[in-house]
């Protein structure tokens, strides 16, 4: 059975930092994009940033980007979102995400994963 739990959410005040782990298990990890995605209250899931296994290359949306980081290590089959300056828009569920192959120009497409895992809250606070 593939297993994507994901931890490390909690609540934070605006500034703050987090790292979110996904450790995948029952599944091949290498050579797979393994991506982050939120979902706040009514509105749409998105991509937040993408890694390939293979490679360690790495994809983020425009409204992270230079504050978090993904990263991976091989040997724990464990994704790392590492989350700095976090803002309040910042807080929604968070998601681990994987699919067989690279991720390519849709990394940001909800639909190109096949597994996922059930979610981590973080909440920014003011």
């Known amino acids: 059975q593939v297993q994507l739990v994901e931890s490390g959410g909690g609540s934070v005040q605006a500034g703050g930092s987090l790292r979110l782990s996904c450790a995948v298990s029952?599944?091949?990890?290498?050579?797979?994009?393994m991506g982050w995605f939120r979902q706040a209250p009514g509105k749409e899931r998105e991509g937040v940033a993408a890694?390939?296994?293979?490679?360690?290359?790495?994809y983020y949306a425009d409204s992270v980007k230079g504050r978090f980081t993904i990263s991976q290590d091989n040997a724990k089959n464990t994704v790392y979102l590492q989350m700095n300056s976090l803002k309040p828009e910042d807080t929604a569920m968070y998601y681990c995400?994987?699919?067989?192959?690279?991720?390519?120009?849709?990394?940001?497409?909800?639909?190109?994963?096949?597994?996922w895992g059930q979610g981590n809250q973080v909440t920014v606070s003011s």
């Open positions: 995400a994987a699919e067989p192959g690279g991720c390519g120009g849709n990394w940001y497409t909800t639909m190109m994963y096949r597994y």
């Open positions: 029952g599944y091949t990890y290498r050579r797979n994009c």
């Open positions: 890694i390939y296994t293979g490679r360690d290359s790495t």
